[in-house]
């Protein structure tokens, strides 16, 4: 998203300067690796580390499950397991709630962009009608 601010600048501020706007999409590898960028990086790569550790003991636990022989300790070892599934699942939300807000962002600087250069067209249009 910098290299987009970047441009956005760049349009506004140089009139000479026309930045062709970036249409390739990110993937989604790309908006994963965009929540370790911004001001909150560091929440976010303890949100990421939370859920490695959850998903080892998510993993633990069920592998426990299996190897118990009494039923008590099955009823506890998949009550973890469930407990852990939960984490898992809210800590990913909230992982999705963040690569939403960034794709957001990203559209409507791209927008800005856009706004920016038909501005910029629109008084290179006027500038010519007028002489």
């Not at 022989?69 to 009823?75: G, T």
């Not at 960034?102 to 791209?110: A, D, G």
Request: net charge negative; aromatic share 10%; charged share 20%.
């Amino acid at each position: 998203m910098d290299k987009l601010d970047e441009q956005i600048l760049a349009a506004l501020e140089n009139a000479s300067l026309q930045p062709e706007p970036d249409d390739e999409l990110a993937g989604l590898t790309q908006d994963f690796l965009e929540t370790f960028q911004g001001t909150y990086r560091h929440v976010m790569m303890i949100t990421w580390l939370k859920m490695g550790i959850v998903y080892v003991l998510m993993l633990g636990s069920a592998y426990q499950f299996f190897q118990q022989d009494a039923v008590m300790p099955m009823i506890a070892w998949a009550s973890a397991t469930i407990i852990f599934t939960v984490a898992a699942t809210c800590i990913m939300l909230f992982l999705w709630i963040k690569i939403n807000h960034n794709t957001t962002t990203r559209e409507i600087k791209k927008l800005e962009l856009q706004i920016a250069l038909m501005v910029r067209e629109i008084r290179a249009t006027a500038a010519t009608q007028e002489n």
